[in-house]
């Protein structure tokens, strides 16, 4: 027997962040918003747990257990009193270190995998504990759809959304550390006041609108400066799309992908054609959202 869980990638319509805290953390308004580009995550009984991965830079993932969806197996098991004796098989198509949280998808396709693997009958608010504990982003993975993430991003608030958003993704030809880019972040705003972070309320009023244009004039990310000093070359990418009719694009997360946000999806295809002519990215992709976050597809 197995079971299969589809888990989707992310866009930050806003990411605002605070200083760093003693912890290190940083305290983070993170809206969210949850886009149909997916992974899946396949779990098998198994003699022991192992990982295994297909897909575009597949060769990228971590198989050992360092890896989230492990780290995942591990957690519930532990909470349990079982084994974790699984072969976690993770077929990607989220873009890998592109700050689309595709690690967190299978942090959270696997937990819930695993879950329903073993029948454990863990909660949601039990399921949630233990995506807080593997990382900032998981617990959004498995709720999908959009939400507002305080904290360092664990804590979820649902949002309303009115409408569909169509957009394009721009992958680079190599990643970005978000431990790297929240370093710079530190880096470029030493000695200077940094607010505590707040949710845009005239963002939150274009999602539950369902206007792409009242979004586009919303959208923020604090950490695309320090992408940027990191990785110059996107800020050719950001002008790309924004020449081929983009209503907005910003840097996704920590980053390297950058999202273009389109008035539809007629118009994302066509933005779509001048990045990938544009010699300035390395893949492009189109999806819209929100979508539901992780789904148990079949046992």
């Known amino acids: 027997m197995s079971v299969t869980v589809r888990v989707p990638a992310k866009v930050n319509v806003q990411l605002a962040v605070g200083a760093a805290r003693p912890d290190g953390f ?14 899946e995550v396949t779990v098998t009984p198994a003699e022991e747990l192992r990982v295994t991965c297909e897909g575009p830079d597949a060769a990228q993932v971590p198989l050992d257990r360092t890896n989230l969806a492990a780290r995942a ?3 519930l098991a532990e909470r349990h009193g079982l084994d974790p004796a699984v072969h976690v098989h993770i077929a990607k198509d989220i873009p890998v270190a592109g700050g689309m949280a595709g690690g967190s998808a299978d942090g959270a396709g696997a937990l819930l995998a695993c879950d329903a693997l073993w029948g454990t009958g863990s909660s949601r608010a039990e399921l949630l504990d233990i995506c807080a504990e593997l990382g900032s982003d998981v617990p959004f993975s498995l709720v999908g759809g959009a939400a507002l993430g305080t904290g360092r991003g664990e804590k979820l608030r649902r ?12 992958t680079a030809e190599r990643g970005l550390s978000t431990p790297a880019v929240f370093r710079e972040f530190d880096r470029l705003t030493e000695g200077l006041d940094v607010p505590a972070p707040v949710a845009s309320e005239q ?11 009242l979004l586009a004039a919303a959208v923020s ?7 940027l000093s990191l990785f110059p070359a996107l800020a050719d990418t ?11 694009g910003l840097v996704s997360g920590s980053g390297p992908t950058t999202a273009f946000l389109a008035r539809d999806a007629g118009s994302a295809a066509g933005i779509a054609d001048a990045l990938r002519a544009s010699g300035t990215c390395r893949t492009v992709r189109t999806a819209s959202g929100p ?3 992780a789904t148990v597809l079949g046992a």
């Open 26 to 39: 940083h305290d983070l308004a993170n809206v969210f918003l949850a886009v149909g580009l997916h992974d």
């Open 73 to 75: 197996a591990i957690a």
């Open 159 to 170: 949002l309303d959304v009115g409408g569909t958003f169509s957009w394009v993704f721009a």
């Open 203 to 213: 963002l939150l009023d274009a999602l539950a609108e369902g206007d792409p244009d």
């Open 221 to 227: 990310n604090d950490l695309q400066p320090a992408a």
């Open 238 to 248: 950001l002008a790309a799309g924004s020449a081929a009719g983009a209503l907005a």
């Open 291 to 293: 979508v539901p976050g």
